[in-house]
């Protein structure tokens, strides 16, 4: 058989562009996966108990982009879903991203100060970055930045990227900011849902069409060679003139020749329960104690009602290709001298004419799932539509 279009990678990247492809441009696909299910990261199950699980971590779909969902909808029903987050701080739990609650509860001594201070100098509702309070010549807000820096996010992130904390300063801009306000939503975007029947479900209704070839349990190494001098694609040892789509790791693609880029792991560990309930809230996190990073439990994702529970625990851990049970990226150790050996891949990238390299492990960043829809929607309209894979 063959295919116009060859796609590396079923997560939500190569998944959309399998759709768009075969539905809008009538392309023939191939699309390609070395794991035993589609949806890469985004991909669930339902357990024995049947609560749907999410087998790589909690994945909420949140976002101010009507395109995105309007898209999305024409393959799943929704459920709405506000997600909330709490963090374990001396004690407490204290919602995050931080807000008027949170200060009351996290540091009552000085809360009435802190919270005149932040109503003075900022309008309700405004998001005040961390570092901004932490730079601020007003020592109530200083005494709040400080604080959320280095009992909160330090900690977390420490936990999460197993970094010192010498090493995070360049985190400080992606730290939530501070809410003034009363809302305890971790997001605040005009449309957060999970698809009513889950990801999977709306996964297999974006790959219906016959025009799709699904190839799972296959690394694309095993069926495809790339001749870098001449710049040239073999799929099963002939030549392929059609495209290749690219959503794998970019330092894996080229060999490694710059260096390995950093990434995170995870392990993640279910416990069934038989209780209704385990803890008040889907997510909370723990940043002063455990090994684990946070606690996640499904059913307030998924709204179902069931005498069980699961819970999950997350443990961050190295990224070792050589563990199995370490061997998935999950977190680009987003730094800026990995950053700069990511140009290197990127810029190298930029002479393959027929590979278009897409995705959170091609572009070596943490992308949200709309984000990565909305750039594989861009892909197809501005790029694709021209490219004759019949030459
Ligand atoms: C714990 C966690 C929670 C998250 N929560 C959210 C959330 O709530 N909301 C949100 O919007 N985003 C969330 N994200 C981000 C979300 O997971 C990503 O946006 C999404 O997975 C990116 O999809 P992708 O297709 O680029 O990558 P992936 O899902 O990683 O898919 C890449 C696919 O390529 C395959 N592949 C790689 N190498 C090869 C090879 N050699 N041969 C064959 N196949 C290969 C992999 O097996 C994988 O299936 C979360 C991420 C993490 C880690």
């Known amino acids: 058989m063959s295919f116009d279009y060859i796609i590396i990678g079923a997560g939500i990247a190569g998944i959309t562009c399998a759709e768009e492809i075969a539905n809008v441009l009538n392309k023939k696909v191939l699309l390609i996966d070395k794991r035993d299910h589609i949806g890469g990261n985004c991909y669930d199950y339902t357990n024995e108990e049947g609560t749907i699980i999410h087998k ?44 008027l609650i949170s200060i009351d509860k996290c ?19 405004s998001k005040v970055p961390i570092k ?17 820096y280095d009992k909160i996010f330090l900690k977390d992130y420490e936990k999460l990227y197993g970094l010192k904390s010498e090493e995070l300063d360049e985190f400080v801009d992606k730290m939530l900011p501070v809410e003034v306000s009363y809302d305890c939503r971790y997001y605040d975007d005009i449309h957060q849902v999970i698809p009513s029947h889950g990801y999977t ?43 290749l789509i690219f959503t794998g790791m970019i330092d894996e693609f080229f060999n490694y020749r710059f260096g390995r880029l950093p990434y995170r792991s995870l392990i993640l560990l279910n416990e069934d329960l038989d209780d209704v309930l385990f803890q008040d809230n889907a ?21 179902q009602q069931t005498f069980y ?6 443990f961050p851990t190295e990224y070792d290709i050589n563990n199995d049970e370490q061997n998935i990226p999950y977190y680009p150790v987003d730094l ?23 995705g959170r492990l091609a572009e070596y960043k943490y992308l ?24």
Request: net charge negative; glycine share 4%.
């Open 56 to 99: 790589y971590g909690p994945h909420i779909i949140h976002t101010n982009s009507n395109r995105v969902y309007n898209y999305l909808s024409l393959f799943t029903l929704w459920n709405i879903y506000n997600h909330k987050v709490l963090y374990k701080v001396n004690d407490s739990l204290i919602p995050v991203p931080f807000n």
């Open 107 to 125: 540091i009552p001594l000085h809360s009435n100060h802190i919270k005149d201070a932040l109503l003075e100098e900022y309008e309700v509702n």
């Open 132 to 148: 901004e309070l932490r730079n601020s010549s007003n020592k109530y807000l200083k005494l709040l930045g400080d604080f959320i």
């Open 201 to 243: 479900n709306m996964f297999q209704n974006m790959l219906s069409n016959h025009d799709i070839t699904i190839m799972l349990e296959k690394d694309y190494h095993e069926i495809i060679d790339i001749d870098y001098e001449n710049k040239k694609i073999y799929y099963e040892g002939k030549e392929f003139r059609g495209h």
């Open 283 to 303: 997510t909370i996190y723990y940043p002063e104690e455990y090994h684990f990073r946070r606690i996640t439990e499904f059913k307030y994702l998924t709204g």
């Open 309 to 314: 529970t699961t819970i999950q625990f997350e």
């Open 336 to 358: 800026e001298k990995n950053r700069k050996i990511y140009e290197k891949y990127h810029e190298l990238s930029q002479e393959y004419e027929n590979i278009t390299f897409i």
């Open 368 to 391: 949200r799932m709309d984000e990565v829809v909305e750039k594989v929607l861009d892909l197809v309209g501005e790029k694709f539509i021209g490219i004759d894979t019949e030459k």
